[in-house]
């Protein structure tokens, strides 16, 4: 350990070979976000998560808020590429790649116990931190004009009148719903449950032929 600080002293912070390590941090602070909140993780449970000395932090991030706020925009960013690959792997069809970013959403990588917890702290917590809610914000809009565009086209493929971008906002907020469902009752709210309540509300809207305006 001690060797590992001397190699880092130095370094300007974010330099290529220091990524292995920020990546390390970052899952430390995950699962210290999971075990205790946003707000309740301090450098001491960050660096026993990660099994590093208190002082070995500050060669690779600024302050604690530096990390924190780095380890949550890698959730959103990661969120944002499992769930366009998934669309892109589902093929031409508008509502096949809505039901395909649906079960992104309660699978790995994108939903695990502590990525779940570190996003519901996400948006618990955005209320109170400009910089977080800058976060929410950044991950959440182009998801949700990526899903608006898929409805407005899942629509008029079958004859159907939507409002796809009121449509794309109860499909982000039922998801997130359910994730806080799930981080408060998982034994009710399972992900399986979680999964097919979204896949019923793209079904209730697209295989029928009634218009929802």
Known sequence: MVKAEKRARGRPIGSSDQEPKRQEFVAAVMKAIAEHGYKDVTVSTICEAAGFSRGLIGHYFPSKDALLLHAV??????????????????GQDPLDRLHAVVAACFRAPVFTPERVLVWVALANTSHWSPELAEIYRKAYRPYRRGLARLMTRAGASRGLKINPERLAITL???????????AADPKTVSAAEGEAACHDLLNAFFCS???NS
């Open 73 to 90: 925009a890698e959730v959103a960013k990661d969120f944002e590429q499992a769930t366009r690959a998934a669309a892109e792997a589902a």
């Open 172 to 182: 982000t907020q039922l998801t997130e719903g359910l994730w806080s469902g799930w």
């Open 209 to 211: 032929t009634r218009s």
